[in-house]
Each structure stands twice: as C-alpha cells, then as structure tokens.
C-alpha cells in the first residue's frame, strides 16, 4: 500500500496489547514520550480472547494516574483495528499525532530539556529541521 | 491476607514535598497479593511521583525496592547499608510493616502510601472482602464457617436482626446479611437445629479491648 504516517511516531512491538502494563506507559512519559497509543485488534478478535479489553482498562487506569501527576490523560489512547487496516492504521497515527501537537509537549520533557539539556536539538529531543 | 488501599496520590505527593531524595519500600507479602503495594504497584508511584516533581521542576531521587516481608526483623535489617542514604521512607507495606520499620530506624521518618484496611480474601481477581476481625475467640465452629464478628455488620451472635431483608444487610443493599449466610450454611448442611442454641455474650477480652495483643512461644525464643 505504501502509506505514509507521521516519522514521529515510534512503534514499539508487543505480542498482545495485554501485554502493555501501566508502568510501560508512564516510563514513556518519563522517557519524554508527548503521548502513547495502544493499537490492539478488533474487540472480540483477540487471539488470546481478552488482550485487548484488559489493555482497554489499563488506558483507563493509566489516564487517572496521569491526570493526577499532571501530564494528563489525554495523552493516552486506544485505537482497535485489524491487520487489513492499513489505511486507518496511517489515518489514526495522524489523529493521533494532530492532537498530541496540540496538546504541546510532555511537561515533563520540557523542564528537563530547560534544566538539563544545553542543546534540546542536539540531543534528539527536539526535531533538527523544523 | 491484609488488604490495603492505595493512599490518594494528592495526599503522598502533599507528604513528600520536603523531600527528594526517597525510599520507596514495598513488600511481597499481602500488599503484593492484594495489588497495593508489591514491586509492580512501587514502580507506578515512584514513576508517578517522578513525572510530578520533574513537571514542578524540582525533581526526585528514588530507590525503589521491595522486601520479602515488612514485619520481620531479618528482612527489615537488609535496609541497614541503604537507609541513611535517603531522606524519607514512604511505604506500601500495611500499617505493620510501615510501624516496625520506623521502631527499627528511629531516626528516619515513615510515611504511608496505603491505608490498611481489612483481613481478607481474593474473591475473584481485583476483588478483596473482609472475612476476619482478629477478635481472639474464634467462633467458626459454631457458625459453620461464616463469622458473624465480621459477617454481621452489628457483630451478633444471635442474628439475624430486623435489619436484614431479601437476605441483605439493611447497611447496603450490596452487602449480604451475615446470619442469613449463617441460617443457610445450617440448612445446607442439616444442622439448623443449631440455630436454635442461644449463644451467650462474647467474651470480648481476647480482643482490641485490652490494648495492643501479645503472643509468645517460649521454645521458639533464641
């Protein structure tokens, strides 16, 4: 199909999105992640039956916590889709990517490039060529 | 097990504030079992509180670690070497491990990150009820199993009374009445002529009345 979705997003492979723990996503946060979605298939079509409807309360869970330290919850997502969905695949990378940008950067990623990083660009927190 | 609920992050992160350089101590005992504060449950706050002190711009350090058991002196000693390297605990273990670590290091402070709450079972995975009080006096084998200390939001021991309607507690609708519990079990076993002895008042000194409790087994003493 040769789709194009934003370069900013990183994609991190798991064998389930039961597998993502809330820790995985708050260490992204901590990493400097500006937001994080889970893309799990279809409800009903797990292969393991409830992976993704226990990732789908996970979210919910993680964006309590996030509200609370006060990165906020909107920066987490969940998106369900099948294997054939390329086209909605590129289509939510984008939705997703539109809204994280209007949200701004992680609060977090922006004290510790104004506190501990001298050149934001230089150390690949801030994109080189605008 | 003892079940505890996590604190509200608001009120731990009210707590720290004068500090930043913390020791976040769980145990992988109950609080591991019941979700609140086992290794996993120590890594999501110590990233919690990170995200929110680095967003303030006054970052934290923590040490995260988790011992076998709070309540025991072998392992509560392990934090020896480390402790002073810190300055404050925050603990995940229940209200008894949080107490015998600050009796073990009088010169650090102990903060809770959970209210202990009840002696419990897992009724199904996320679910924990309270099933014990500790009253001391352990009157299951004449309820067949079902405590009314616990059971009977009044504690009766010769329920139930005209609270409890369509087999519920008039306390909540969601809670049932521990003496039709206890009425059932009599039936289902063929026993409910049991039902019919009056028991007498509780001897109640076995409990909290007479302060703190004490056990000691003489030949286990070193």
């Known amino acids: ?130 | 097990m003892i079940v505890a609920n996590r604190k509200p992050f608001e009120e731990i992160i009210e707590m720290v504030k004068p500090y930043s350089r913390i020791l976040l101590l769980g145990c992988n005992e109950c609080v591991t079992v019941c979700a609140v504060g086992g290794a996993k449950e120590v890594a999501v706050l110590a990233s919690e509180v990170r995200l929110f002190r680095q967003k303030e711009g006054r970052p934290v350090e923590i040490k995260e670690l988790t011992l076998e058991r709070n309540c025991d002196l072998e392992y509560v000693e392990t934090l020896k070497p480390i402790i002073n390297d810190y300055d404050v605990v925050i603990s995940m273990a229940c209200g008894c491990g949080i107490q015998f670590v600050g009796e073990n290091y009088r010169n650090k402070i102990i903060l809770p990150a959970v209210n202990t709450s009840f002696e419990g079972v897992t009724e199904e995975h996320g679910v924990w009820t309270e099933r014990c009080q500790g009253c001391g006096n352990c009157v299951l084998d004449k309820t067949l199993g079902i405590c009314p200390v616990t059971r009977c939001a009044k504690s009766l021991f010769n329920g139930p009374c005209g609270g409890s309607q369509d087999g519920k507690c008039e306390v909540d609708k969601d809670i049932p009445c521990g003496w039709q519990l206890i009425v059932d079990r009599y039936k289902e076993m063929n026993m409910l002529e049991k039902y019919l002895e009056i028991q007498p008042a509780k001897d109640w000194s076995t409990s909290r009345d007479g302060g703190p409790r004490k056990r000691i087994r003489e030949d286990l003493k070193i």
């Open chain 1, 1 to 130: 199909m040769r789709l194009s979705y934003p370069t900013n997003i990183k994609i991190m492979k798991v064998p389930c999105t039961g597998r993502v723990d809330i820790i995985h996503v708050l260490k992204a946060f901590e990493n400097g992640a500006d937001g994080v979605y889970l893309v799990g298939c279809l409800e009903g079509d797990c292969h393991f039956l409830t992976g993704n409807l226990r990732a789908k309360k996970r979210v919910e869970y993680v964006k309590k916590l996030l509200d609370e330290t006060g990165i906020g919850g909107e920066r987490v997502a969940m998106y369900n889709l099948s294997a054939a969905e390329g086209q909605r695949f590129a289509g939510v990378a984008r939705e997703m990517t539109e809204k994280i940008r209007a949200l701004g950067p992680n609060p977090v990623k922006k004290q510790w490039s104004s506190n501990q990083v001298a050149n934001p660009a230089k150390a690949g927190l801030e994109p080189s060529n605008p």
